[in-house]
Structure formats: structure tokens, C-alpha cells
Nanobody
Framework: QVQLVESGGGLVQAGGSLRLSCAASGRTFSRYAMGWFRQAPGKDRDLVAAITWSGPNTLYADSVKGRFTISRDNAKNTVYLQMNSLKPEDTAVYYC???????????WGQGTQVTVSS
């Protein structure tokens, strides 16, 4: 079992930056792929970014390429999402996910709200 707790969401102006963190519990964190998804009101939950357990391989949604960066620190059982040049359309609840496949969907955090004002 893996438990995930997100933090770092908030309100930011367009063009600003935020860094999301996801702290994971469980001894096998380093063996799981990790990812971030987001869900805006009335829309599906979509993949934002994912990273393999060893870290060298990443996957990004086209809408965030060049603006967002996913990274992980296996020693701290934490995955990060650095979000730069934020746009109002990035507004959503962001969920951390873990799993054995890419993109990961086995375990979910409770979500953190990101709101980008224009």
C-alpha cells in the first residue's frame, strides 16, 4: 500500500509559478512510477506528468511541455511538480498518483487546488 499526501497548491497570478509536492508512505516508493493528474470542474481527470521509478524517463501532456517539470527524490519519498508560466487554464485540482505502470493510476492522493487568476 502507498499513501500519498499533496501540498503546495494555492492561488497565483497568470505567469507565476508554484511547486507541488507529494509525500508518499510505504517502503516500496522507489519502485513505483509517480505522476500528477488534474481535474477541472466538469472535466475528466487528465494526466499532467509522470516519471518512472528510477527517474530517467518522464511523460508530459502537450499542454504543459516546456512549462512544468516533474522530479522525484526517492530518499525523501517525495515527487514534485514545478509549474512555471502558469495560465488560467491550468486551474484545477491536482492529484498525485502512484503505480507500477506508466502512467501510474493504482494509488491516489486527496488532491490540492491550484487556481490561476488572469
Amino acid at each position: 500500500q502507498v499513501q500519498l499526501v499533496e501540498s503546495g497548491g494555492g492561488l497565483v497570478q497568470a505567469g507565476g509559478s508554484l511547486r507541488l509536492s507529494c509525500a508518499a508512505s510505504g517502503r516500496t516508493f522507489s519502485r513505483y512510477a509517480m505522476g500528477w493528474f488534474r481535474q477541472a470542474p466538469g472535466k475528466d481527470r487528465d494526466l499532467v506528468a509522470a516519471i518512472t521509478w528510477s527517474g530517467p524517463n518522464t511523460l508530459y501532456a502537450d499542454s504543459v511541455k516546456g512549462r512544468f517539470t516533474i522530479s522525484r527524490d526517492n530518499a525523501k519519498n517525495t515527487v514534485y511538480l514545478q509549474m512555471n508560466s502558469l495560465k488560467p487554464e491550468d486551474t484545477a485540482v491536482y492529484y498525485c498518483a502512484a503505480g507500477r505502470n506508466m502512467p501510474p493510476t493504482d494509488y491516489w492522493g486527496q488532491g490540492t487546488q491550484v487556481t490561476v487568476s488572469s
